[in-house]
């Protein structure tokens, strides 16, 4: 990896807990731009997103106005990085930016692997939701099951191929959300496969059906896919998770494949964190998917 570029998208509008908006600010802070730096890897900060304030809402669509807004606009910054030759790396901010950095490299690249690392499976649409919090929906909208006003690019909307989609860390899926992913045939492999066959074993077929007829793959990463006492700092922590160890394993055997074409580091919660101990580790995991190795 030569060249990145960084942008962050200061949104909690998806949750229902406020703060983690602060996200890109506490992985900056991490010494992310100088860690980049000195692997000999180019970086460019292109700053922060900020959504509208007010906005419409729904009680199944939360702030849908200012979501859809603000991943608007990240799809353009994303497309551009992807245009300059760059990875982009995108801090969230909650899950629902997904929606604009992902399918900003499905249309970039046609046809993309993505990789999601988290304890959610993110696969609701508008009438499946019990909660309306879009950070629930952009894995489901951005593979063409719904919400289709999430991912409204018009003729520049590119699905990814939920047969090319992982979910690697699940623990925490709606029963609604369990149908869903069956009917569209994205790949799970659930807490309990990686308990059982261990993260190198997931990691390899994970990477296989993401890689196999793809251009890349594009990885996002939920910090909540890791255990609470880890990563403290997180808008919906579920006991039980990944350990440090699994997700950094994860993370490299990504970085050696070379083929990682955007990251997206999301959920980070400052307010809820400890001395930005899940700020530091959402940054040392960037750090790895870009190749660092400290021994
Ligand atoms: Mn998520």
């Given amino acids: 990896m030569k060249k990145v570029e960084i942008v962050g998208a200061q949104v909690d509008l998806g949750a229902n807990r406020r703060g983690v908006n602060m996200g890109p600010s506490a992985i900056r802070f991490a010494g992310l731009a100088e860690r980049i730096e000195a692997m000999g890897i180019e970086s460019r900060d292109r700053g922060d997103l900020i959504p509208m304030q007010g906005g419409k809402s729904l009680d199944n669509m939360r ?14 910054e994303v497309l551009e990085s992807l245009e300059n030759g760059a990875v982009p790396i995108v801090l969230g901010g909650d899950h629902s930016i997904a929606a604009g950095s992902v399918p900003a490299a499905a ?80 790949n799970v492999f659930n807490i309990r496969e990686v308990d059982t066959h261990g993260m190198a074993d997931v990691m390899r077929r994970a990477i296989e059906i993401a890689s196999d007829g793809t251009e890349g793959i594009y990885v996002s990463f939920d910090m909540d896919s890791i255990n609470p006492q880890d990563a403290p700092g997180v808008v919906t922590p579920v006991i039980g998770g990944l350990t440090s160890r699994e997700v950094f394993l994860a993370c490299e055997m990504l970085a050696n494949t070379g083929k990682i074409i955007g990251i997206d580091m999301v959920e980070v919660n400052p307010i809820l964190d400890e001395r930005n101990k899940t700020g530091e580790l959402a940054c040392s995991l960037i750090l790895s998917l870009l190749g660092e190795m400290k021994y």
């Fill in 63 to 76: 702030s849908y106005e200012a979501i859809v807004d603000v991943d608007k606009r990240l799809f353009e």
């Fill in 107 to 186: 249309y970039h690249y046609k046809k993309i692997g993505l990789i999601w690392i988290d304890a959610h499976a993110d696969f609701n649409d508008e009438n499946s939701t019990v909660t309306g919090n879009v950070h629930g929906m952009p894995l489901s909208a951005i593979c063409g099951s719904g919400p289709d006003w999430l991912v409204d690019y018009g003729d520049r909307r590119v699905y990814v191929d939920p047969k090319k989609a992982v979910i690697v860390g699940g623990r925490d899926f709606d029963p609604p959300e369990r149908v869903r992913l069956k009917e569209a045939g994205v």
